[in-house]
């Protein structure tokens, strides 16, 4: 579904490097206008949801035994902080959409919320990322890769700009590793 951009909300001028992140947000968005592109984007963000990482932490569960179930439980617990963290940051910040505040921007699938930052999908995709390698180190080409797509889709579909996502990185990195530090994997 494409939204087009409304003009209700004021422009936001935020110096030179705002105006880079617009930039790389426009040439991303355009090249999600292909279909192929658009809907292989909008499967990986829908995965980037939940589904994926649930569906993990699940198999990790039923598979793993106690360390599957504690890694799991690791995994969710890191989740819910990283989504309260997440949802106090975009009420304190109320940074406008992309598709909303940058003119040749759409959104190709709808928002899940009202605000750009930071990109929950990509906080929740790193902070569940870091835990689950401490846990297990051989998942780490799937889920670098996937969590890499992850962040890849927001800015392409025209929900978050690349600010959105890079402080999402170092923000579910830190929540990550904090969370290592306070609950370290067992052995």
Not at 39 to 66: E, H, Q
Not at 98 to 106: K, L, M, T
């Given at each position: 579904?494409?939204?087009?951009p409304?003009s209700?909300t004021?422009?936001?001028?935020?110096?030179?490097?705002?105006a880079?992140?617009?930039?790389?947000c426009?040439?991303?968005?355009?090249?999600?206008?292909?279909?192929?592109?658009?809907?292989?984007f909008?499967?990986i963000s829908?995965?980037?949801?939940?589904v994926?990482w649930?569906?993990?932490?699940?198999?990790?569960?039923?598979l793993?035994?106690r360390?599957?179930?504690?890694?799991a439980?690791?995994m969710?617990?890191?989740?819910l902080?990283?989504?309260l963290l997440y949802?106090?940051?975009?009420?304190?910040?109320?940074?406008?959409?992309?598709?909303?505040?940058c003119?040749?921007?759409?959104?190709?699938v709808?928002?899940?919320?009202?605000?750009?930052?930071p990109?929950?999908?990509?906080l929740?995709?790193?902070s569940?990322?870091?835990?689950?390698?401490?846990?297990?180190?051989?998942l780490a080409?799937?889920?670098?890769g996937f969590?890499?797509?992850v962040a890849?889709?927001?800015v392409?579909?025209?929900?978050h700009?690349?600010?959105?996502v890079?402080?999402?990185?170092?923000?579910?990195g830190g929540l990550?590793?904090v969370?290592?530090?306070?609950l370290?994997?067992?052995?």
């Amino acid at each position: 579904m494409k939204m087009p951009p409304t003009s209700s909300t004021p422009e936001l001028s935020l110096g030179p490097g705002f105006a880079l992140d617009r930039r790389v947000c426009v040439i991303a968005n355009r090249w999600g206008t292909r279909r192929m592109v658009g809907l292989f984007f909008s499967t990986i963000s829908r995965l980037g949801d939940g589904v994926f990482w649930y569906t993990l932490m699940a198999v990790l569960a039923l598979l793993g035994g106690r360390h599957g179930i504690a890694a799991a439980a690791h995994m969710a617990t890191t989740g819910l902080a990283a989504l309260l963290l997440y949802r106090l940051l975009k009420r304190w910040t109320r940074r406008p959409r992309p598709y909303r505040a940058c003119p040749g921007v759409i959104a190709h699938v709808p928002p899940l919320d009202e605000f750009s930052f930071p990109s929950g999908h990509t906080l929740q995709a790193v902070s569940f990322t870091v835990v689950a390698l401490a846990w297990y180190p051989p998942l780490a080409p799937l889920l670098l890769g996937f969590t890499a797509l992850v962040a890849a889709s927001r800015v392409i579909l025209g929900l978050h700009y690349p600010s959105d996502v890079l402080a999402a990185i170092a923000i579910g990195g830190g929540l990550g590793t904090v969370s290592l530090w306070l609950l370290p994997p067992l052995a």
